[in-house]
């Protein structure tokens, strides 16, 4: 297996977790318990696809080094910093806030989203950023 691909792949699940978390708060917004649902399982879904491709890809490759020097590496090294320690929050925080809507506690559903949606949202995002200063600049 040609595993050069997985990092554009892993954006592209980053990207598509990103769209289904907006999607999802839009939806539940709108007060759209159903397709909130779903969007919502569907992004999990997707950031586990992420992981596991995540996980496969540094088994196989190991680390890739930023090449760039000056302050281009010094802001990829911050966004790296805040993403990674975030990204290790979110199964955590995703998995308790899936619990408690599936338990239908949905006011203490509610008041983990308040900070889960936002963090896995940064995490996608910062996911999608990290691929193209790492690999496309």
Do not use: C
Request: proline share 4%.
């Amino acid at each position: 297996m040609d595993y050069r691909s997985l990092p554009a792949l892993n954006a592209t699940l980053n990207a598509l977790s990103a769209l289904l978390l907006v999607t999802g708060y839009v939806l539940i917004r709108q007060k759209n318990v159903q397709a909130h649902r779903a969007a919502m399982l569907s992004a999990f879904g997707v950031s586990i696809a992420f992981l596991v491709s995540y996980l496969v890809y540094h088994y196989e490759v190991g680390s890739v080094r930023f090449q760039k020097t000056g302050p281009i590496r010094t802001l990829y090294l911050g966004i790296l910093l805040t993403h990674t320690i975030l990204a290790a929050a979110v199964p955590i925080l995703s998995i308790l806030t899936l619990q408690r809507a599936f338990q239908r506690r949905f006011p203490a559903h509610r008041k983990i989203a308040r900070y889960t949606f936002p963090i896995w949202l940064y995490v996608s995002l910062t996911g999608v950023v990290v691929y193209w200063m790492l690999y496309r600049m």
